[in-house]
């Protein structure tokens, strides 16, 4: 087994250009045509290649496995991860974003057969602090935007019990992600508002695997995700989206 460091906790990992510019689109989150509708059309491929690599959902009232969907905005994947029998908590800095999501959840109920699912406004950092722990952690288009990324995995990894997985999904750093993530998605087809990333803090899949060996983690799984007709679909090319599994022994 791997052993990792502690947590830093002085160090927020939340950027607050960030949490000011999410907070401003959570009103449209939910509108399938509106600024988050890649997030929308790669949801399915994201969440269900999520839920192969994760411990599975154990049925039933009593025992339910807990799973961390952090940077939720409002829900998106994390009502997948309720639908599919986890004990989700949605955790996201943005105020507006977990109000969005609460109200959505409201209006639009679970079904019976789903596990809970509660939204939380807050950092990882007090999760640590308070001892949580978690059987499977996503963190889906998030570590992209946090002030440092190898400290962002390390402290998730600290919150997986041994046996647990993580599901990671990102960026890669390489020209044609600048060409279709950054400049064709903001600025040529206007899939997403200009400001929304910052191709310097894009992660190359070596990084990735870097990152995850110092946080005491190991990757199981990695795949690479690219649009097509009516959706997104798994791929070998990891050259703009991909996602990542890990688990800590």
């Known amino acids: 087994m791997q052993h990792h460091d502690s947590p830093v906790l002085s160090a927020d990992s939340v950027a607050p250009e960030e949490i000011a510019h999410f907070s401003d689109l959570a009103a449209r989150w939910w509108d399938p045509a509106g600024p988050m509708r890649p997030l929308h059309a790669m949801n399915d491929l994201r969440t269900g290649w ?15 496995r807990t799973l961390l969907d952090i940077g939720c905005g409002a829900g998106l994947a994390s009502e997948a991860f309720a639908r599919a029998g986890f004990d989700v908590t949605g955790l996201d800095a943005s105020q507006a974003a977990i109000t969005a ?3 959505h959840m409201r ?9 809970p699912l509660s939204y939380r406004c807050g950092s990882a950092e007090e999760l640590v602090a308070e ?19 190898a400290a962002f995995l390390r402290m998730l990894g600290g919150m997986l019990r041994p046996g647990g997985a993580m599901v990671v999904s990102t960026m890669n ?10 400049i064709g998605a903001e600025y040529v087809l206007r899939l997403l508002p200009v400001g929304t990333h910052d191709w310097r803090k ?8 870097q990152y995850a060996a110092r946080a005491g983690l190991r990757i199981t799984d990695i795949a690479g ?20 599994a890990m688990v800590r022994d």
């Open 101 to 103: 999501g609460r109200l």
């Open 173 to 182: 750093r390489t020209w044609r992600s600048m060409a279709m993530a950054k």
């Open 225 to 244: 995700m690219v649009p097509a007709p009516g959706g997104w679909r798994e791929s070998r090319d990891m050259a703009v989206n991909y996602i990542a």
């Open 107 to 115: 209006q639009h109920p679970l079904s019976a057969s789903a596990g």
């Open 202 to 209: 894009f992660i190359t899949p070596a990084e990735m695997g």
């Open 131 to 149: 001892g949580a722990r978690f059987d499977a952690i996503s963190a889906l288009e998030v570590i992209e935007h946090v002030t440092d990324p």
């Open 50 to 64: 999520s839920l192969r690599h994760l411990p599975a959902p154990v049925a039933g009232d009593d025992v339910r």
